[in-house]
């Protein structure tokens, strides 16, 4: 039976299966056949997140279809600091941000006590993530291939969000918008990387 849920929701949201595929780094086919429900998604919840929907509405029709649920934690953790773009492309060299110099937020995950946060901005890492964001980075957590990572590029003063794809011992910056005009950036050793992304949300 087809799973006409994956193929309205994206239709609802204006999206291709090209666009899907590519922000899942996957075949076009591999998505058509979801749509037929021929085989499911090997990550639903990153699916549901591109769909902006609770995956278990997508994966039974259970629920609401609006609602992205996020599993209750028996405890935050901490409180982290929202940096900007510049900071964060420093933070290696900050040893103590003043706390009333920053907006904190507790982490729904486990991380590290370096972890902060920035807020995500422009269009390059749609529909994955979304201009206005809020996204948790740490610092502590190997970066691997496949991650989100924060990055330096050597030659700029700011941070930019990536994933990082490392092939053959080559490593890449790769944008998750298709449309973008720069989508790979290889990493030639003019590259730090500053923290992978353990969490997201949204602010309204």
């Given at each position: 039976m087809k799973n006409l849920r994956i193929k309205n929701r994206r239709k609802e949201l204006g999206l291709t299966q090209l666009e899907i595929a590519e922000a899942l780094n996957v075949s076009?086919?591999?998505?058509?056949?979801?749509?037929?429900?021929?085989?499911?998604?090997?990550?639903?919840?990153?699916?549901?997140?591109?769909?902006?929907?609770?995956?278990?509405?997508?994966?039974?029709?259970?629920?609401?279809?609006?609602?992205?649920?996020?599993?209750?934690?028996?405890?935050?953790?901490?409180?982290?600091?929202?940096?900007?773009?510049?900071?964060?492309?420093?933070?290696?060299?900050?040893?103590?941000l003043p706390y009333h110099e920053a907006d904190h937020y507790p982490c729904p995950v486990k991380c590290s006590d370096k972890t902060f946060l920035l807020k995500v901005r422009g269009q390059s890492m749609a529909p994955i993530f979304n201009e206005g964001e809020l996204i948790f980075i740490d610092p502590e957590v190997d970066a691997i291939n496949g991650k989100y990572v924060v990055a330096r590029l050597d030659d700029e003063n700011e941070a930019t969000l990536k994933q990082l794809i490392i092939e053959d011992g080559h490593k890449f910056l790769k944008a998750a918008n298709p449309q973008w005009p720069t989508p790979i950036q290889p990493v030639n050793g003019n590259c730090t990387i500053v923290g992978v992304v353990i969490f997201a949300g949204r602010l309204f």
């Open positions: 076009k086919a591999s998505v058509s056949l979801w749509e037929k429900g021929d085989t499911s998604p090997k990550n639903m919840h990153l699916l549901s997140k591109i769909l902006k929907c609770d995956p278990d509405w997508l994966v039974s029709g259970k629920g609401n279809p609006e609602k992205n649920t996020v599993t209750p934690l028996n405890k935050l953790q901490g409180q982290y600091p929202v940096l900007d773009w510049v900071q964060a492309g420093n933070w290696s060299a900050i040893n103590e």
